[in-house]
T-cell receptor, first 113, second 113 residues
Framework: QKEVEQNSGPLSVPEGAIASLNCTYS??????FFWYRQYSGKSPELIMF????GDKEDGRFTAQLNKASQYVSLLIRDSQPSDSATYLC?????????????FGKGTKLTVNP | NAGVTQTPKFQVLKTGQSMTLQCAQD?????MYWYRQDPGMGLRLIYY???????DKGEVPNGYNVSRLNKREFSLRLESAAPSQTSVYFC????????????FGEGSRLTVL
């Protein structure tokens, strides 16, 4: 099993709909979880981070974490065409005394007007 | 505030040539990373540095070397470039003290002929 797995996509939703992006991870010791958005030809930018089980809301975005199921998701409400991008899930992994962030392959989201 | 600066932004090499990608951050972060991104592959970690003077291999280190010159700078060297190293390379630094967020440079697009 890969360390971080995401829906391969692409995912297409109509404007105004809810987009649901999912991510599973293999390391039970992971403590920090991140969602990055990457527009074509640009660098990734952080949109959400979550550390505790449950939901975390920020505007139209909600991150959900279930450590028992090793699952983290991102919901985008009232999707807009400007949300069209690739969404990358990242999970921290501790090795020895250091920590690194491991990314999934990303899910490409298209929001249709 | 420049954040993370990568140079060069574009480079074309011939097989067997060497080159160094430079990265500098001005946010006083301890941790720095080099990732490569290929179509459909997400971000794959090449090397990371948890602090000045330390470096560790990531998922795809073969063919690369790194130097953490000081706290600000983390360079990536290709000693003998191969076509398989054609990719977009991202440097990032990490805010360990607050969110654990990665801040990315704009990327360096490398083509090896």
């Amino acid at each position: 099993q890969k360390e971080v797995e995401q829906n391969s996509g692409p995912l297409s939703v109509p404007e105004g709909a809810i987009a649901s992006l999912n991510c599973t991870y293999s390391d039970r010791g992971s403590q920090s979880f991140f969602w990055y958005r990457q527009y074509s030809g640009k660098s990734p930018e952080l949109i959400m981070f979550i550390y505790s089980n449950g939901d975390k809301e920020d505007g139209r975005f909600t991150a959900q974490l279930n450590k028992a199921s090793q699952y983290v998701s991102l919901l985008i409400r009232d999707s807009q065409p400007s949300d069209s991008a690739t969404y990358l899930c990242a999970v921290n992994r501790r090795e020895g005394g250091s920590e690194k962030l491991v990314f999934g392959k990303g899910t490409k989201l298209t929001v249709n007007p | 505030n420049a954040g993370v600066t990568q140079t060069p932004k574009f480079q074309v090499l011939k097989t067997g040539q060497s080159m160094t990608l430079q990265c500098a951050q001005d946010m006083n972060h301890n941790s720095m990373y080099w990732y490569r991104q290929d179509p459909g592959m997400g971000l794959r970690l090449i090397y990371y540095s948890a602090s000045e003077g330390t470096t560790d291999k990531g998922e795809v280190p073969n063919g690369y070397n790194v130097s953490r010159l000081n706290k600000r700078e983390f360079s990536l060297r290709l000693e003998s470039a191969a076509p398989s190293q054609t990719s977009v390379y991202f440097c990032a630094s990490q805010d360990r003290g607050q969110t654990g967020e990665l801040f990315f440079g704009e990327g360096s697009r490398l083509t090896v002929l």
